[in-house]
């Protein structure tokens, strides 16, 4: 039978986990930022010739920042409602966080020169690996019942969906940038946000209490 002292030490625990991802996610993003060339140039032509020619990277570190922000973002959706951890919930958790780490690492591989399918591959494994350890963390946290009995279902639901269709995304790009290059790889990326519109309009139409 579960005692209130025991509630007490399990939220207690999932609230240290949450605390520690929030700062493992701090520092990947701190490396990130470190990562940014800095432009140079005696004139603005020549700073913003500088800048030009540094644009992948910048646009690399935005698309991560984008990417790791929204990891962080679905983390904090769903541990709110965390009352207990297990042991396979926390090396779960410990799997998605170093997939964060590695994020920084991603971003100048697939901003580097050569060799672009495999760079590119990289890049897209992290994403594939952290989307679906985090689907296997609400699907440990449901299996277990390890949430809150006045937390929403929906919201575990939609997030292991969410989860599921950005593995599918980045997944089925790794292949497309071997077939059809760059151009093919990154237009998979795209589809993206409209493969996620579209798992959101398929959750809202199920019944709230699935």
Known sequence: ?????????????????????????????????????????????????????????????????????????????????????SSRLISLTLGWLFMQVLMPFATRVITAEGAFPLRFSLYAMV????????????????RE???RTDGPPWVFAQSLLRSVCLAAVFGISIPVSFLAGDTGAYLCWLLAPIALAIARRVQDRKPSGN
């Open 127 to 142: 994403q594939v690996l952290a989307s679906a350890s985090f689907a296997l963390i609400i699907r440990e946290i449901r």
């Open 1 to 85: 039978m579960t005692t209130q002292t025991d509630h007490t030490i399990g939220k207690a625990a999932a609230e240290r986990l949450t605390i520690f991802a929030d700062a493992v996610i701090a520092i990947a993003l701190t490396l990130l930022a470190l990562d940014l060339p800095i432009p140079h140039g005696d004139t603005t032509d020549a700073m913003l010739s500088s800048i030009s020619a540094h644009g992948k990277e910048y646009l690399a570190f935005a698309l991560s920042f984008a990417v790791i922000a929204a990891h962080w973002r679905a983390h904090h959706e769903i541990f709110p409602y965390v009352r207990s951890l």
């Open 145 to 147: 019942h390890l949430y």
